[in-house]
């Protein structure tokens, strides 16, 4: 595929059906995927051993647009050249999902035993995807700092991404350095760190600005409804379910409230088996690889960073709008951790986002006690909160205790949910919940089914 056919194509959906702006940076990064594109279709055709290749574009350069024009013009050229030529075929994969049963992964494969918090555990690690297939290529606007492509060795390679392609300096990120910013704290913390921070975006933030929410699921309906802020729009996501999403690109305000840890124990020892394969007893306890001493805690924090960058670029800085590689204003506010720890995503940030106005953001989650304003029984809040629950049984007397719900708020939002017509309880039934209640007096509770 010629890439000059390529970044033609990709050029005017860009500008027709994106709006976005293109320039000589750009077309030169598409020249690049064009290319890698067709090495690994040439090397896979040649039988040369798979190697991954790497493109780790920023965020609103076209990559995924540009795997779809792709695809779309070697199908095309599939077409044209039917009966003389053999048909390219290309598997695009956006996200993989496997269930697999606890026990029979641990049958099938190597295992360790460690603790988690408290709870003894059986952990194993195994990669969806083979390191030995065809013509990988991989779209990831993070690899710089995802320690994954390092542990692959000579297997991958990163491509080098062409400078000058975006530029963040209409972005201004608010910087608040915390402690205990992790899931556990945060949890433990919600009723009375989440009050004050609404009301310290209140004071900052104009009626007129639309404001993205980034939380741990588990404290996620701790945020008001829309409702009850004093902006334009606020729509929120949880850890888990961000990267790649366009759902909030017009949001023009980013709040990053706790930060994804993953289980410090597992998740580096996982990842390193998987790619280096398993280790004994003496690695376990002292893990290292080439020169790095403290593995495990470099490993989590180029994982953070990474998660970090992904939920920043979700909102409207992802538009290009000049030829420079500009974005639209917008204010992103993020509570790091104190020490070299919070430095070092700081520094993840800035080197993946050039040009960003990086500010002190003077805020305190553990002042004095702010009270929660609520406006009536709660609708988005109750949605949230079940969405994220488990499947089982949920007292009413828990999710008063979650809403923060008094007595009157309890029983004007079980009145609700009698009414099989009410949009609440329609809202639940299309999450599978339902309400059950044995009547005046009696054990009343939420039912969530299985998906």
């Known amino acids: 595929m010629p890439p000059q056919a390529f970044a033609a194509r990709l050029t005017n959906e860009?500008?027709?059906?994106?709006?976005?702006?293109?320039?000589?940076?750009?077309?030169?990064?598409?020249?690049?995927?064009?290319?890698?594109?067709?090495?690994?279709?040439?090397?896979?055709?040649?039988?040369?051993?798979?190697?991954?290749?790497?493109?780790?574009?920023?965020?609103?350069?076209?990559?995924?647009?540009?795997?779809?024009?792709?695809?779309?013009?070697?199908?095309?050229?599939?077409?044209?050249?039917?009966?003389?030529?053999?048909?390219?075929?290309?598997?695009?994969?956006?996200?993989?999902?496997?269930?697999?049963?606890?026990?029979?992964?641990?049958?099938?494969?190597?295992?360790?035993?460690?603790?988690?918090?408290?709870?003894?555990?059986?952990?194993?690690?195994?990669?969806?995807?083979?390191?030995?297939?065809?013509?990988?290529?991989?779209?990831?606007?993070?690899?710089?700092?995802?320690?994954?492509?390092?542990?692959?060795?000579?297997?991958?390679?990163?491509?080098?991404?062409?400078?000058?392609?975006?530029?963040?300096?209409?972005?201004?990120?608010?910087?608040?350095?915390i402690t205990g910013i992790g899931k556990g704290t945060m949890v433990e913390r919600a009723k009375t760190r989440f009050p004050r921070l609404i009301e310290d975006l209140t004071k900052r933030l104009t009626p007129d600005r639309s404001v993205f929410f980034c939380v741990h699921k588990a404290v996620e309906h701790e945020l008001p409804?829309?409702?009850?802020?004093?902006?334009?729009?606020?729509?929120?996501?949880?850890?888990?379910?961000?990267?790649?999403?366009?759902?909030?690109?017009?949001?023009?305000?980013?709040?990053?409230?706790?930060?994804?840890?993953?289980?410090?124990?597992?998740?580096?020892?996982?990842?390193?088996?998987?790619?280096?394969?398993?280790?004994?007893?003496?690695?376990?306890?002292?893990?290292?690889?080439?020169?790095?001493?403290?593995?495990?805690?470099?490993?989590?924090r180029r994982q953070v960073s990474a998660s970090v960058i992904q939920a920043i670029n979700r909102i409207r800085c992802r538009h290009v709008t000049d030829d420079r590689g500009g974005c639209p204003p917008a204010d992103v506010f993020i509570a790091l951790p104190s020490g070299d720890q919070g430095d070092d995503i700081l520094a993840a940030i800035r080197r993946e986002m050039p040009g960003l106005q990086v500010v002190d953001w003077p805020f305190e989650p553990d002042g004095p006690k702010v009270h929660r304003r609520v406006a009536g029984t709660p609708h988005e809040r109750l949605l949230t909160f079940m969405d994220n629950r488990a499947p089982g049984r949920t007292s009413m007397t828990a999710v008063?205790?979650?809403?923060?719900?008094?007595?009157?708020?309890?029983?004007?939002?079980?009145?609700?949910?009698?009414n099989e017509n009410h949009r609440t309880t329609l809202a639940l039934k299309a999450l599978g919940v339902t309400y059950l209640s044995t009547g005046r007096g009696g054990k009343s509770e939420l039912v969530k089914e299985a998906a």
């Open 225 to 300: 409804d829309a409702g009850e802020l004093p902006f334009a729009n606020t729509v929120k996501a949880h850890w888990g379910a961000v990267d790649g999403s366009n759902e909030y690109a017009n949001c023009d305000v980013a709040v990053i409230f706790g930060l994804p840890y993953r289980d410090r124990a597992t998740f580096p020892n996982n990842v390193f088996f998987a790619l280096q394969g398993p280790q004994g007893d003496d690695w376990l306890d002292q893990p290292t690889w080439k020169g790095q001493v403290n593995l495990r805690e470099h490993m989590i």
């Open 14 to 177: 860009w500008t027709t059906a994106y709006h976005n702006v293109p320039s000589a940076a750009l077309r030169a990064l598409w020249t690049t995927m064009a290319n890698t594109y067709q090495d690994a279709i040439l090397d896979t055709a040649a039988g040369v051993p798979p190697r991954w290749r790497i493109l780790w574009p920023p965020t609103g350069s076209g990559k995924t647009l540009g795997a779809k024009v792709y695809a779309a013009l070697q199908a095309e050229q599939n077409t044209a050249t039917q009966g003389v030529k053999k048909p390219v075929g290309i598997l695009i994969v956006t996200r993989l999902d496997q269930t697999l049963a606890a026990a029979e992964a641990v049958l099938d494969r190597w295992a360790y035993f460690t603790l988690k918090g408290k709870l003894p555990t059986l952990n194993s690690s195994a990669l969806l995807v083979p390191l030995d297939a065809p013509g990988p290529v991989v779209l990831d606007a993070t690899a710089r700092e995802d320690f994954i492509y390092e542990l692959m060795g000579d297997r991958a390679v990163i491509i080098p991404t062409p400078p000058g392609v975006r530029d963040y300096s209409s972005v201004t990120l608010h910087v608040a350095r």
């Open 400 to 418: 008063a205790r979650e809403l923060g719900l008094k007595q009157d708020a309890k029983k004007d939002l079980q009145k609700n949910l009698r």
